[in-house]
C-alpha cells in the first residue's frame, strides 16, 4: 500500500537567511537554498521546512510578518521561490511554509491602516478594547522580554492585544474578511508550488479573545474551515500545527470528534514526547518514555506525529514539573545563559551532550524511532553547535558551516557582514565541525546521519504503525519498542545509560527470521530466534521481525 507522503516523510528545517548566500551580500537567499537541494536529496530528506520568508521588519526571527504575499528582499524573490519549488520537486522533495497568522508586525499596512483610522476596513482586523483590560499582564509568552498582552495604541486611542510581542498585534479570528483572506494566502502558495504550512502558535489563532477573559475559548471551526479549503485546492497539500497544548486537547486538531475521520490538521508536533525525551536521556532511564509512549493521545487514523528534539525555539521544558525540569536543566544547561524565558535552554544538540558522539547518535535514533515523521534542523546532522553571545534565540541560528574557512562557505562577502557571525570558537567552531571534512569521512556524524535517514525510509512501519512499549524484566536504562503495521514489524532497543545490558527477548517470538537494519556498533549475526542481546552503553538496535506487505 502506498501510505500518505507526510507519514513517510523526513523533514528538514531550513533558517533561509543563515543556509547559503547566493550573492555575496552576507545574508542566506532562495537561490543559495536552491543550490543546496543536491546536499538535501543526498542527506534524503524529502520535505524541507522553510521558516519564515516573507517582509518582515524582523525583530521576531521573520515570525513577525509585514506581507504574507511576499518575499523578504533579502532571501529573493517570487520566481526564485518557484524556482526552488520546481527544482526541490525534481528531486522529490517539497516544501512546508511556516504560517503566521496569529498576528502580523505592527508595521503590517493592515495594522498601519487600522490604527490610524477608526474607518479603516481594518480596524476590526485586529483585537481592540476602550477600557483598559484588567488582565492586560496575564497570559504573557516570552517572561522577560514581555510584560504585557494589551498594549494602549496612542494613535487608536484604543488597546490592542498581542499575545506575543507588542510588535506583533493579533489578528481578529471573528472577523470573516480575516479568514477569507488567510485562506487567499494559503491558496496563493499552494498555487507557487508550496505542500503544505507549519501553523505557527495554533492554539492562539484559534482563541478567542475578549478582554478580561484569559484564556478564551476556542473556535475549531478555523482548523475546519483551513483543512477544507487546503485539501480543495491541492489535494495532497498539509496542515501541520504548533500546538503545545495538554494531551487531552491535542486530538481536538486533527478531528472534529473523537475517533471520527481526520478532518483538521494532518500533523502535530510531538512536544510531550520531546519534553519526555530529554528528560530520559537527562536521567539516563527509559521511564519517562515508558509513560509518554503509554499516555500518547489517540489521533485519528491518517494522522500523523512530527517528532523533534531541537527546534528554531528554546528548548521548551514548561510541560515538566519542576523537579523534572530541574534535572533536565542541570545536566544540560547549567549555566545561567544558556537558558531562557524561566523554562527553556537556547542551546543546541550536540554540545549539549558535550560532543558526545555515542550519545548523540542515541538521542538522533530514539527520536527517529519515535511514533511519527522526525523533523530534523539544519546543522544538526554535523553537529553544529550554539553560540550563546547572541541575544535569545539568535543563539541557534547562526550560518550552516560547508567548510572550514573563514566564511565556512556560507558566503562571499567579509565575515563581518554576515547576517550572524560564523561559529568561530570552541571545539563546535566551523574549522572543526563542518561538511566539507565530514564527507570525506566515512565514521563521520554527516555519514551517520545519511544512513539514520535512508533506514528510517526503508522502515516504513515506523511512521505508519502501531507502538508497544514492552513489558519485560529490563534495566530502566531500556526501553524496547515495536512497530506493527502491514508494512512489517521492527523491533527497536535503545538503552539511555553508558553501562552496557544484556537483554531478555527469548518471550519475544517473529514469524520471520529476524534481521539487523540499523544499530551502533556491529554485534554479529542474529541468531534464527531471539535470544539475549548484549546493548553497548548508549547503545541501540534496530531489529525487523517481519518484512510485511510493501506492494
Ligand atoms: C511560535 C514560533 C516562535 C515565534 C512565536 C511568535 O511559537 O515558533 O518562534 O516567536 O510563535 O510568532
Not at 6 to 28: H, L, M, P, T
Not at 241 to 265: F, H, I, M, T
Not at 427 to 440: H, K, Q, T
Request: charged letters at 25%; glycine letters at 8%.
Amino acid at each position: 500500500m502506498s501510505e500518505r507522503w507526510y507519514k513517510e516523510a523526513v523533514v528538514y528545517c531550513v533558517e533561509v537567511d543563515s543556509f547559503q548566500d547566493s550573492n555575496g551580500d552576507g545574508c542566506g537567499d532562495l537561490r543559495g537554498l536552491t543550490s543546496r537541494l543536491d546536499y538535501l536529496s543526498r542527506l534524503g530528506v524529502t520535505c524541507v521546512w522553510l521558516n519564515p520568508i516573507h517582509p518582515s521588519p524582523q525583530r521576531d526571527n521573520g515570525y513577525d510578518v509585514s506581507d504574507y504575499y511576499g518575499i523578504d528582499p533579502r532571501l529573493g524573490t517570487l520566481g526564485d521561490f518557484v524556482e526552488l519549488a520546481t527544482q526541490a520537486r525534481q528531486r522529490g522533495i517539497r516544501l512546508l511554509l511556516d504560517l503566521v497568522v496569529n498576528h502580523t508586525s505592527d508595521q503590517h499596512p493592515w495594522f498601519q491602516s487600522a490604527r490610524n483610522d477608526p474607518g479603516s476596513p481594518y480596524r476590526d482586523w485586529y483585537v481592540w478594547s476602550s477600557e483598559e483590560p484588567p488582565d492586560r499582564r496575564q497570559g504573557i509568552v516570552f517572561p522577560g522580554e514581555q510584560t504585557e498582552t494589551w498594549t494602549f495604541d496612542n494613535k487608536a486611542g484604543q488597546w490592542y492585544f498581542h499575545r506575543f510581542y507588542d510588535f506583533q498585534p493579533d489578528l481578529n479570528w471573528s472577523t470573516r474578511a480575516v479568514r477569507e483572506e488567510v485562506k487567499k494566502i494559503m491558496g496563493f502558495w499552494l498555487q507557487l508550488g508550496a505542500s503544505g504550512f507549519r501553523i505557527d502558535a495554533a492554539p492562539f489563532v484559534l482563541e478567542q479573545v475578549t478582554p478580561g477573559v484569559d484564556p478564551g475559548p476556542l473556535d475549531f471551526s478555523i482548523l475546519d474551515d483551513w483543512r477544507q479549503d487546503v485539501q480543495w485546492r491541492t489535494a495532497d497539500a498539509v496542515v501541520l500545527c504548533e500546538a503545545n497544548v495538554s494531551p487531552e486537547e491535542l486530538p481536538k486538531y486533527c478531528a472534529a470528534a473523537p475517533g471520527g475521520p481526520n478532518d483538521r490538521a494532518h500533523m502535530l508536533f510531538a512536544f510531550g514526547i520531546n519534553a519526555r525525551l530529554w528528560l530520559a536521556l537527562a536521567r539516563g532511564d527509559a521511564e519517562p518514555l515508558v509513560e509518554s509512549l503509554a499516555a500518547l493521545p489517540k489521533l485519528a487514523a491518517m494522522a500523523q506525529w512530527a517528532t523533534f528534539l531541537r527546534n528554531h525555539d528554546e528548548l521548551d521544558l514548561s510541560r515538566l514539573t519542576d523537579e523534572q525540569r530541574n534535572d533536565v536543566m542541570r545536566e544540560f544547561a547549567p549555566k545561567q545563559d544558556m537558558r531562557i524565558y524561566n523554562r527553556g535552554i537556547r542551546r543546541r544538540l550536540a554540545p549539549m551532550l558535550k560532543g558526545e558522539r555515542r550519545r548523540i547518535e542515541l538521542a538522533y535514533a530514539l527520536q527517529f524511532a519515535m511514533p511519527g515523521t522526525p523533523v530534523l534542523r539544519y546543522g544538526e546532522e554535523i553537529g553544529m553547535g550554539e553560540d550563546l553571545r547572541l541575544p535569545g534565540r539568535e543563539s541557534i541560528r547562526t550560518p550552516m558551516q560547508w567548510d572550514g574557512s573563514r566564511s565556512a562557505g556560507f558566503s562571499s562577502a567579509s565575515p563581518a557582514e554576515f547576517v550572524r557571525p560564523i561559529l568561530s570558537r570552541g571545539a563546535f567552531a566551523a574549522r572543526l565541525v563542518n561538511i566539507g571534512s565530514e564527507r570525506r569521512d566515512n565514521g563521520s556524524l554527516l555519514r551517520w546521519f545519511e544512513q539514520l535517514i535512508r533506514v528510517v525510509r526503508e522502515c516504513p512501519e515506523i511512521g505508519v504503525g502501531e507502538p508497544t512499549v514492552l513489558d519485560l524484566p529490563l534495566p530502566r536504562s531500556v526501553l524496547v519498542h515495536r512497530f506493527d503495521a502491514p508494512e512489517g514489524t521492527i523491533l527497536l532497543l535503545h538503552n539511555l545509560a553508558d553501562v552496557a545490558v544484556t537483554v531478555d527477548l527469548r518471550s519475544v517470538a517473529g514469524s520471520e527470521p529476524p534481521s539487523e537494519v540499523f544499530a551502533d556498533a556491529d554485534y554479529g549475526p542474529l541468531a534464527t530466534k531471539l535470544t539475549e542481546l548484549d546493548l553497548h552503553g548508549w547503545g541501540y538496535r534496530w531489529i525487523r521481525l517481519r518484512r510485511g506487505n510493501r506492494g
